[in-house]
């Protein structure tokens, strides 16, 4: 099986930075795409960026320009920066990895357990 840890997560005053980590271990034949979501409180998991194995990204309107996702394929680890962070930004912030196991013919979307954002003065 495939297990993600995230890493990152902290207390940011608005307009700082914060860089997110998450890494998948396990028994891993490949890895397509891995992701990063968010939730607020009282609000539905959304797709924050999305990278996939040959490096296309695709980012919510609400992020472009301020944060940037990366994956270094050797380490099997993605990476999430986040610019000019804003009150709105406040969420447990999810990775997703959509990998391979190996011995499985199939692919499935593995889930970390999630790190805290918070973004207050």
């Known amino acids: 099986q495939v297990q993600l840890v995230e890493s990152g997560g902290g207390l940011v005053q608005p307009g700082g930075s914060l860089r997110l980590s998450c890494a998948a271990s396990?028994?891993?034949?490949?890895?397509?795409?891995m992701g990063w979501y968010r939730q607020a409180p009282g609000k539905q998991r959304e797709l924050v960026a999305i990278?996939?194995?040959?490096?296309?990204?695709h980012y919510a309107d609400s992020v472009k320009g301020r944060f940037t996702i990366s994956r270094d394929n050797a380490k099997n680890t993605a990476y999430l920066q986040m610019n000019s962070l804003k009150a709105e930004d406040t969420a447990v912030y999810y990775c997703?990895?959509?990998?391979?196991?190996?011995?499985?013919?199939?692919?499935?979307?593995?889930w970390g357990q999630g790190t805290q954002v918070t973004v207050s003065s």
């Open positions: 997703k990895a959509v990998a391979q196991a190996k011995g499985s013919p199939y692919s499935y979307g593995y």
């Open positions: 396990g028994s891993i034949f490949s890895i397509n795409a």
């Open positions: 990278i996939t194995s040959d490096g296309t990204m």
